[in-house]
């Protein structure tokens, strides 16, 4: 069974049918998800500004962890259910973007490589005690935080060009126009 | 269709409007640079909101932890205007009269209001709570009224590409799964 065919039977199971068939169902979980791409891209800017030394200085590294991973990660597990939902309510669509797919495969490098850092920041912590934490970051991690920043950047990228994949990837797109020329 | 005031002609056929009409990749940049400004601006309010709330961050000065969100905060909400501008630019007269789009504007003004009164009144007395666990109450509420209306502005925002039909000739978006249009 083609990805295609898939999409279009799951398009056309009851459950997708009465979330398509209510007006109010995909703006409002978009509004959520786009509440919480607030919520999840500033923890990951405040962990990644404060890995390069540039916010919250005075506090050390473990302690904005943990002010911040909890915002992370239940941002990230309300995005992962209103994604979800949204994929449901739009099958063909989100599964014929190009975007669609290169997201969903970055967001698992995002993903576990943040469940990566925040194991490795805890293990640091308890073996090297607080003098570590005062440390500045090596230049390694520094780095890492930078492209950590890009990465969600594009992945947040990827999310809005969904709707206009054919535009954006040209010949590239296995989108299929499903109506009439507008946005 | 209702005939839009003269500037608003003159926005829509200015070379801007006309670039961005005839530009492929500029509606779907563009969107994705406004989403990621309003998340930003939502994200970082929302560190001082807390703050002002006194659920997070007590042990850091209210004034330090300001300071430090609203340089990001100012920098995408100037952002998310020029995004924004060049986005009304595209189909000024679809928004001119696009209800969720005069909404989306008054709780802007409401938001900056919020933020003004703050500013003036409450934030003048600071040196007294700074540090306080426990900030006045004229700070509590001006913390969730910003909460709030910030999430009223993403709502109304993404309500616009559900609500403004389909006048617009820029290109095609894949996501027309509902009765007003979308994107």
Redo the contacts between chains.
Sequence with gaps: MSLESAARALQSTAFSQTL?AT?WV??TL??IH??M???V???I??IALRVLGW??TE?PFPHVWR?FAPFLWTGLAVMALTGLLLTL??PV?EV??LSFRIKMALLLVGIVSAMAFGRSVRAAARAEGAAAAERPFPLAVRVASVITVLLW?FI??L??????????WGSWSP????????? | MRTPPLFIHAIEHSAVGEWMRGNVLAMPFVEAAHVLCITLVFGTILVVDLRLLGLLDRGRPVTRVAREMLRVTWLAFAGAVLTGALYFSANATTYWFNTAFRYKMLAILAAGLNMAVFQLLTFRGVAAWDSALRTPRAARVAGLVSILLWVTVITLGRTIGFTKGYDFSVPAGVDFDFSGGGT
């Design positions: 398509q007006p995909v703006p978009q509004t786009i509440v791409i607030g919520v891209f500033v923890s800017l405040m916010v919250r506090q002010r309510a739009e669509r014929m973007a950047l947040i990228f999310g809005r060009a969904i709707a206009y994949d054919n535009s954006v989108a299929v126009l499903q109506r009439g020329a507008s946005t």
